[in-house]
Each structure stands twice: as structure tokens, then as C-alpha cells.
């Protein structure tokens, strides 16, 4: 299948799951996961109607970001205090918030930039000893030190769920993300707005859609098995 056909299948799936939670499509963003994904083919999605893009690798925004155009790019992926100064002027949104030393870094680098770095709480919700994110109990703690800092907003939460056979087997851990979720947004903390709930990967995204996803991440279901070797 083309790109342009994959996306259309995604789509479509969205759809369905969005509507099994009284949702629409609109409200839900499909992130396209692109990396290793060379430039001609993100131009396939971008034709295809995707412009939002997410890379795990700092360098690998800052490559891409010149040779692309109307794209907003989202950084996903682990993010260490020395690369903040690499993406803060190109990225929309960071996911993979996990500590209050790399806040205070995108904190100082964000006013130096003039601009308010949004970021999510990357969560690691299964308590997985090789995925990054913080306990799904220091959340809170976290988003409040954050919301004290200048130049940077906390506006969601991601995971990245175990990688599962069956989908059904993550319902329950994507339930409790947006319990999670829920609960701080309902405390309407000062300089804290949730808005994004950043979960559901190719293996998993209607599940997490259903349980109440707004921004999926999707990269294989797009672009295919990805070629780590260029
Ligand atoms: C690679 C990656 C994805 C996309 O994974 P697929 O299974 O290819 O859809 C999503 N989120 C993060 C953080 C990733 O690193």
C-alpha cells in the first residue's frame, strides 16, 4: 500500500474508535512518526493531508527542519538537557518530559528564544524498567514544580505502552493515563492547562482512542517497517 493508502486506513480506524467515545475526528491529532523516514516519502504524507510530525532524535529535527516546509515538528522521544538547544526554536510540542532539571533547561532556553515551550509528562505507566517516563504517582508533583517555572507549560500527559500482542492488553494501563489525566486537569492548577493526552502507537492506537487518546503516534502504520540502517 502507498503512504497515501495507509493513511486513509488510519484514518478511517480513528474514526471508528473516536466515535466509540463520543468523539470526532477532528479531535484527535494523528501524528506522523517519522523517524528514519527520508524527506521524499514525508512528502507523501504531507500531501496526503498529515503536516504534524514527530522525531525522537534532536539531530535528526534539526536536519530534516531545512529541507521541509509547513510542517510543525513534535520531539517524542527521550530528550537529554544538553540537546534542548537544538529544537527549542523548532518544535511545537515536547513529549518526554521526565524531570524538573531538564524543565528548568527548556525553561532558560525557551526565554532566551522569547517563546513558551508546551510540554507533556511522559509517564511510564507500567512501571517498565527500559522505558523512560515517571511514575504515573510523581505526575502531579512534577506538573506543579513545572507550572512555577517561566517560559514553559505543562499541557498533557504521553506514554509509550508496552509493546503487547494483543491491544486489549494495554486498555487498562491507557484507562488509568487518563484517570490520571482527569485528575490533574480537574484541579485547574495556574499556568497548568491539560489539554493532550499523547498515547496509542501503530499496535495500539484504536485502543487508546477509545480509551481516550487525542494525540496518536503513529510511524510503521504510515510509512512501513522503518530501515535503521541509512
Ligand atoms: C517510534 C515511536 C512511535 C511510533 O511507533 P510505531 O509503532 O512505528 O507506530 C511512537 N512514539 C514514540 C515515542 C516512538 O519512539
Redesign the pocket.
Known sequence: MSIKENIDAVNKRISAAAEKSGRKREDILLLA?S?TVDIPRMNEALSAGLSEF?E?KPQEINRKYYEIENVKWHQ??HLQTNKVKYIIDKVCLI??LDSLKLAEEISKRAKAAGITMDVLIEINIAGEESKHGIAPEKAEELALEVSRLDNIRVCGLMT?APFVEDSEENRGHFARMRKLFVDIRDKNYNNIDMRYLSMG???DYEVAVEEGANIV?????IFGA?DYSV
Open positions: 512518526v523517524k514527530g525522537n517524542i522521544g513529549h518526554s509509550v502507537m501503530t499496535n503516534r503513529i510511524g510503521t502504520g522503518r
